[in-house]
């Protein structure tokens, strides 16, 4: 699976969007890009994936470049409740062998 | 959305002794499982592969005789740590996919702290 880097901690303020971003630019054409988030002591939560076209839920926003090698998670009206650390992974579907493979992630503080 | 459900949420043993975790998917048939375990301030590490009705597959430097994975329904998988030291103390997460409804999702339970004294 593709590796994927993030910056390792990001501040924002209440109600304002936050925008985590992810590179992956070594993701191959098989591979969806996968958003979840953990919050302290808590199992990670599915927030959104995509695989060539953007995609939004009730949760948030997922922008992904045109050449795949980069995405952005957004956040509408962050809230306090929003703190976590946000994972971006890259995986082949379930069919093909992929796994869950989870890297340091972005720790993200929503502030009041 | 789907449910994972992991029991107990926490447990403290003494040293030597054998612990079992459970996680049921509890609305949905889980064809595979996955077992992770995280270490305070560290990211989650996938420790073993479950399939139901066939034996698990273990990630590089996962001791199979230690982790014991048993996979014999498809809303059950057990780890048991077997004679548990502190160095095992960690926190368990299991996570099953849900293979009929929600397609290339998966889903968390709320995970096991463990604390070997």
Redesign the interface.
């Known amino acids: 699976d593709a590796k994927t880097t993030q910056p390792p901690s990001m501040d924002c303020a209440e109600g304002r969007a936050a925008n985590l971003p992810c590179n992956h630019s070594t993701i191959s054409g098989n591979e969806?890009v996968y958003w979840?988030r953990?919050i302290h002591?808590?199992?990670?939560?599915?927030i959104i994936?995509g695989l060539k076209n953007n995609e939004t839920n009730e949760m948030a926003s997922l922008i992904i470049t045109e050449d795949r090698k980069s995405s952005t998670l957004i956040l509408p009206h962050a809230t306090l409740r929003d703190t976590a650390v946000y994972?971006c992974i890259v995986r082949v579907?379930?069919g093909q062998g992929g796994?869950?493979?989870?890297?340091?992630?972005t720790e993200l503080s929503v502030k009041p | 959305g789907a449910v994972v459900s992991q029991h107990p949420s926490w447990v403290i043993c003494k040293s030597g002794t054998s612990v079992k975790i459970e996680c049921r998917s509890l609305d949905f048939q889980a064809t595979t499982m996955f077992w992770y375990r995280q270490f305070p301030k560290q990211s989650l590490m996938l420790m073993a592969t479950s399939n139901e009705g066939s034996k698990a597959t273990y990630e590089q430097g996962v001791e199979k005789d230690k982790f014991l994975i048993n996979h014999a329904s498809l809303t059950l998988s057990t780890l048991t740590v077997t004679s548990a030291h502190p160095e095992d103390s960690s926190f368990y997460i299991c996570s099953a996919r849900d293979f009929q409804g929600a397609g290339e999702k998966l889903f968390f339970g709320s995970g096991t702290q463990l604390s070997v004294l």
């Open positions: 969806y979840y953990q002591s808590q199992g990670p939560q599915y994936h994972y579907a379930w796994k869950l493979i989870f890297g340091q992630g």
